[in-house]
């Protein structure tokens, strides 16, 4: 039994309000063609971004093996200029490496203070931000970060979910995206905001058998392609060939849904970390009761969950509405 595949909703020349008003409210994923990005498309070949992105330091993930696993952590981290990294992610056999001579490279930019302060491309690669025009389908105060995104051919990495709205502008190169809906997260096996399951291709049933109920999204991004995640919904990128990426995130909630001292922008809302608090303190009560009587109450306190908290008929209005389109 495979994953129910279901294909993401191609949209072409789409401009601020036609997003707003026929893809944004559908919460659904939606791939983007032909919006503007700038000259960074044709612009963003190695040697220019060699040239323009100059020495400055990067931390990058580097890996013996293309998929990435950030729960056990296969990978280690070290700092390379910016060209010196970019020469190497390109290539398929380093010269030059620091495990292996097909080791596999990953950046996610980084803010100045990367304990304080998010990712911005036009602060840290100012150079290189001239020629990336941010899609301006958000108000300008909802901005949160820009960030890089590159990769080494064949690199994949783990299924997670991200609290904000985001873009995915693939501005080189092709990738592979595979994303899942909140709704599925019972079937995902998570370990906070990440999945265990780490081939979501040919998956170990054994270990994860309820990983087939979870419906598969899947779109090939080409250059200057835009993919809008929405908040919550979970994804998986493989890089068909060596691409330069930039994800652009905004705070479409109030600003006080956020965590204040999060400059990753990935931790659950602060009213969400509130309640899983508090279900590790109810969890511990429960710990007080026999075996049977634990198992009966927390048959119950799930029910009630599902009762107060489960969104039903506005999710089930939205897939009528999509079905019907």
């Known amino acids: 039994m495979e994953s129910k595949l279901q294909t993401v909703p191609v949209y072409s020349d789409v401009d601020r309000e036609t997003f707003l008003r026929d893809i944004y409210p559908l919460r659904r994923p939606a791939v983007l063609k032909r919006v503007p990005l700038g000259p960074c498309v044709r612009a963003w070949t190695v040697s220019y971004l060699v040239q323009k992105g100059g020495d400055r330091e990067v931390k990058v993930h580097v890996s013996p093996d293309p998929r990435m696993d950030f729960l056990h952590k296969n990978f280690v981290y070290r700092t390379l ?32 203070d990367v304990r304080k302060e998010p990712a911005d491309l036009r602060k840290q690669f100012p150079e290189l931000a001239k020629d990336f025009h941010v899609p301006q389908f958000f108000e300008p105060e909802q901005f949160f970060s820009s960030v890089f995104r590159i990769s080494s051919p064949g690199l994949q990495l783990w299924t997670h979910y991200d609290i904000m709205d985001n873009l995915l502008a693939q501005v080189t190169g092709r990738k592979r995206v595979v994303l899942y809906s909140p709704k599925d997260a019972l079937y995902l096996y998570l370990t906070g905001d990440k999945s265990e399951v780490l081939d979501i291709d040919t998956p170990d049933l054994q270990l994860y058998p309820e990983f087939v109920k979870a419906s598969r999204y899947e779109c090939i991004l080409e250059p200057g392609d835009l993919l809008f995640i929405p908040a919550l919904w979970f994804h998986n990128t493989l890089a068909l060939q060596f691409g330069v990426g930039v994800n652009v995130f905004w705070r479409h909630l109030p600003l006080e849904t956020y965590d204040k001292k999060d400059p990753y922008g990935n931790k659950d809302p602060v009213a969400a970390t509130r309640a899983l608090q508090s279900l590790e303190r109810t969890l511990g009560i429960l710990e007080e009761l026999p075996p049977d009587y634990r ?31």
Do not use: C, W
């Open 81 to 112: 200029p910016f060209d010196k990294f970019i020469q190497r992610a390109a290539e398929a056999k380093h010269s030059d490496f620091f495990i292996s001579e097909d080791e596999s490279y990953y950046l996610r930019s980084l803010g100045e």
């Open 295 to 325: 198992d009966f109450y927390a048959r119950r306190m799930v029910l009630r969950i599902q009762s107060r908290a489960y969104l039903r008929q506005p999710m089930k209005a939205v897939q009528a509405n999509l079905d019907t389109a």
